[in-house]
């Protein structure tokens, strides 16, 4: 069963162009949600997390957006560069107890200069 | 601080044979977790350790067992191999159960 859609599962977009990556899930238990990016070769690294009491959350150039009403969160990169090309994973967690964190399918992403 | 590493980086096996892969958490983090992630999937999470001890198990098989020893690190074994445990397999260590997971970066395991 998969708890956490996401989608599209490959976008390309020009340097300086905003790709937008969006996840909807299902379990209303899940309280953190976190974000992951993968390069080829490598393991998933945490990029930005957010938790359903915050509507938005900005770093530097990336911002998440969540609506718990929907139950929909969206990854959004500002000014894109070549070197965000890569593979990123919404991901959702239950908060205590042990941690499992639930990955959505991902969406392979390319910045063409 | 030295980040989480996993070895073999790759590893060719034949089906019904049996695997170990290993990892070594990041200084001071007590909780590993195992993932296995299928080519273009995301990761399903198979187990978590946490001092020593199971703590939690995704949607896989006895055959897929784990160690964690003192020292905070891991094994994954696979016994019987199929052809469908081919995938990259990830661990994940953290401070505690409920802490960020920092990601080695993983074992190729491929099944023929």
């Known amino acids: 069963q998969q708890q956490v859609k996401q989608s599209p599962q490959s976008l390309i977009v020009q340097k300086g162009g905003i790709p937008i990556i969006n996840c909807a899930y299902e379990?209303?238990?899940?309280?953190?949600f976190p974000w992951y990016q993968q390069f080829p070769g490598k393991g998933p690294a945490l990029l930005i997390a957010i938790r359903p009491d915050v509507s938005e959350k900005k770093e530097g150039r990336f911002t998440i957006s969540f609506n718990k009403s929907a139950k929909q969160f969206s990854l959004h990169i500002m000014d894109s560069q070549p070197g965000d090309s890569a593979t990123y994973f919404c991901a959702a967690r239950i908060t205590g107890g042990y941690q499992k964190v639930t990955f959505g399918t991902g969406t392979k992403l390319q910045v063409i200069p | 601080e030295t980040g989480v590493t996993q070895s073999p980086t790759h590893l060719i096996k034949t089906r019904g044979q049996q695997v170990t892969l290993r990892c070594s958490s990041q200084s001071g983090h007590n909780t590993v977790s195992w993932y296995q992630q299928a080519l273009g999937q995301g990761p399903q999470f198979i187990f978590q350790?946490?001092?020593?001890?199971?703590?939690g198990r995704g949607n896989f098989p006895p055959r897929f067992s784990g160690l964690q020893f003192p020292n905070y690190s891991s094994e994954l074994n696979v016994n019987a191999l199929e052809l469908d445990d081919s995938a990259l397999y990830l661990c994940?260590?953290?401070?505690?159960?409920?802490?960020?997971?920092?990601f080695g970066p993983g074992t190729r395991l491929t099944v023929l």
């Open positions: 379990n209303t238990a899940f309280d953190y």
């Open positions: 350790y946490y001092r020593e001890e199971e703590n």
């Open positions: 994940a260590s953290s401070p505690s159960t409920g802490s960020t997971q920092y």
